[in-house]
């Protein structure tokens, strides 16, 4: 694989302290092994690949799905659990001006029928995912960003003055805020495996430790290689995200970039700590930073606590980085700065150049889609691009916006595309200020 980051970034580094993993065993999905043959082969075991062998294998389809590495290991196992709108990081009138106001219209359907898919799945298949909170609350962190709410607040939500927020229970140094009321929060770890029972109830396929090393055109369609066999398939599904490779296919590179989150989970917190803070709300919340901080009271009082900004990957930056998070929980929530977090973890959100998802066709590869670029909010979109890619496989009309059916654009400096990211996020941290 030819990836942009060092090899810590894909190894077990970062990953280690992720609090999904305690809440619910990972499956035990056996190693691919010698020849196999199915109508169509799925590249990762996340949101997008699972919802595609999902929505495959309820058709009679035959599908496998190849997880590189233990099933939940990617960002679909270690997020923090916001299904809502979201997977552009473009503005509607942006959205408008570049593809056209209906465009933009079907764009802000989708996001919103991306998170009614997953409730019906939740649903339709009996997956209980620790859901709660009503919608989804964006809090200002400057007059500045309250004015800005306050003019783009949407007809269907609810505006929060600075005075509302302690009645609300999402007390804290805020200037008021925006809750959206689509949308709500899980645990993504039991949403995923969920779908993964699911598929396999239906006849899906699913390995793991099973890298796909190669994909290359064959009469029949496509030839996989893997370390302890090989696959052929009719059609290819790309669903790797932030965890893509450079040749897998070659079309990817440059085209996706991937970015670091860090989360942490606090132990739980008694009703004496929350009164103190004056935070009793479990709606799911995040503030108007371009470097945005994301949080939510869990079922069990846990707190989590995410944020964007780390921009290299190794032992010693990953130390760094979680340092920062438990930084500024402890400025955003000073009542609990004596708090310990008992877990802390890191992933990769995938970034396009267009800033808007993709679910599509790969060019000049018959038969062969990807989907990928959720920009953060992988839970919703990726469910819904996975379906997109399932459809597309059928031949059938998966009725894709426009703003997500464009191939995304390549990242100048080719495999060097990492330099944009430090002068961008100074860029933003001073729009932030």
Not at 173 to 182: A, H, I, L
Request: with cysteine; proline share 7%; glycine share 12%.
């Amino acid at each position: 694989m030819k990836r942009i980051f060092p090899a810590y970034t894909y190894g077990p580094g970062p990953r280690a302290g992720c609090w999904w993993d305690e809440t619910v065993p990972g499956p035990d999905w056996p190693v691919h092994e010698g020849d196999l043959s199915v109508d169509v082969a799925i590249i990762g075991g996340g949101f997008t690949g699972m919802s595609a062998a999902l929505h495959l294998a309820q058709q009679g389809v035959s599908v496998a799905v190849f997880e590189a590495e233990t099933p939940g290991w990617g960002a679909s196992g270690r997020n923090g659990g916001f299904c809502c709108k979201g997977g552009s990081k473009l503005g509607h009138a942006t959205l408008a001006r570049r593809y056209g106001p209906a465009a933009a219209e079907a764009y802000a359907q989708a996001e919103a029928d991306a998170v009614a898919l997953v409730a019906e799945l939740l649903a339709s298949h009996g997956i209980h995912a620790d859901v709660h909170s009503q919608g989804e609350t964006q809090l200002a962190h400057t007059p500045r960003a309250m004015e800005a709410l306050r003019r783009d607040a949407g007809p269907d939500g609810i505006l929060h003055e600075t005075h509302d927020l302690p009645g609300l229970g999402l007390c804290g140094r805020f200037f008021g805020g925006y809750t959206d009321p689509v949308g709500f929060a899980l645990n993504p770890r039991k949403y995923l495996f969920g779908l993964a029972k699911a598929a396999q109830a239906q006849g899906a396929r699913l390995f793991q430790r099973s890298p796909v090393q190669d994909v290359r055109r064959a009469g029949f369609g496509f030839a996989l290689a893997l370390p302890r066999g090989s696959v052929r398939s009719e059609t290819v599904l790309i669903c790797t995200n932030g965890y893509s490779s450079e040749d897998m296919p070659g079309w990817l590179s440059g085209r996706y970039m991937p970015a670091q989150s860090t989360v942490m989970v606090t132990r739980p917190l008694s009703e004496a700590e929350l009164q103190a803070q004056g935070w009793t709300s479990r709606q799911m919340v995040y503030d108007t930073r371009n470097l945005l901080h994301y949080f939510r009271l869990m079922p069990d009082n846990r707190f989590l606590f995410g944020m964007r900004g780390g921009l290299m990957s190794s032992p010693r930056a990953e130390r760094a980085i979680r340092r920062k998070v438990v930084r500024d929980f402890a400025s955003m929530f000073p009542a609990w700065a004596g708090v310990e977090a008992t877990h802390l973890w890191s992933g990769m959100v995938c970034l396009a150049r267009d800033l808007v998802p993709f679910a599509g066709p790969v060019a000049d590869q018959p038969g062969m889609f990807a989907g990928l670029a959720y920009h953060g909010n992988g839970v919703a979109m990726g469910t819904f691009c996975g379906r997109a890619l399932a459809q597309l496989a059928l031949g059938q009309d998966a009725n894709i916006p426009d703003p997500i059916a464009r191939a995304p654009g390549r990242f100048s400096l080719g495999r060097w595309r990492r330099l944009l990211m430090p002068p961008a996020y100074a860029a933003m941290a001073l729009a932030d200020l």
